[in-house]
Each structure stands twice: as structure tokens, then as C-alpha cells.
Nanobody, 121 residues
């Protein structure tokens, strides 16, 4: 029904930048919201950022001013620009979307496969 592919991530030095992408394909009517979560070893998954179809954003306090979520609604693709990265940002980052599919009346959540972001000190 929906294929969700994340890209980006990898190893970066502290203070550096990375951009994650999350592309959704399928019989999609709308995606609202599109969110990014992360999970560090031994920790619970936490919400990092979310963006609505109208462009409203919400960020975890720990990333405010450093991370920016954006999206291209025409391409059903979202982005997470991460600047001034810190070692504590090291985690697996997951894209999460709430999708209204064609022929459906209720939205469904989908998760990306996750991408590792490692920030070295």
C-alpha cells in the first residue's frame, strides 16, 4: 500500500550537518503529519520533529534551533535538516507518517526502516 524509504544519515563530526529524507509512494491521498523519531541505544524512541501538511512544525527541546523539518507535499517527501550536530544526537532516526489512503476513511501510520546517524566528538 505504502512504501516508505529513508535516506541520508551516516557518520559526521560534532558541529557538522546532515539531511535525512523520507519518501513515500503508494495510493496516498494525504500525509498528516510527517514526523521524525530517534532511538539511541538503551533509550526509548523519542519524537524529534513533526510537520503538518500546512507546514506547522513542532520540535523536541533538545533540537530546537538546530534541526529543521520540511516537506514537499507534491512529492510526498519529507526532510530533516540537522545542523550543529552533537554526539548526543547519535541514534537511529525513523520517519513516521500518518497516511490517508485512497478508498480509506481512517488514516494509517507507517514507519520508515530507520537510518543510523553517528556523531563523533
Amino acid at each position: 500500500q505504502v512504501q516508505l524509504v529513508e535516506s541520508g544519515g551516516g557518520l559526521v563530526q560534532a558541529g557538522g550537518s546532515q539531511r535525512l529524507s523520507c519518501a513515500a509512494t503508494g495510493s496516498i491521498v494525504s500525509i498528516d503529519p510527517m514526523a521524525w523519531y530517534r532511538q539511541a541505544p538503551g533509550k526509548q524512541r523519542e519524537l524529534v520533529a513533526a510537520i503538518t501538511s500546512g507546514g506547522s512544525t513542532n520540535y523536541a527541546d533538545s533540537v530546537k534551533g538546530r534541526f529543521t523539518a520540511s516537506r514537499d507535499n507534491a512529492k510526498n517527501t519529507g526532510y530533516l535538516q540537522m545542523n550543529s550536530l552533537k554526539p548526543e544526537d547519535t541514534a537511529v532516526y525513523y520517519c513516521n507518517i500518518r497516511v490517508l489512503l485512497k478508498g480509506s476513511y481512517m488514516p494509517t501510520d507507517y514507519w520508515g526502516q530507520g537510518t543510523q546517524v553517528t556523531v563523533s566528538s
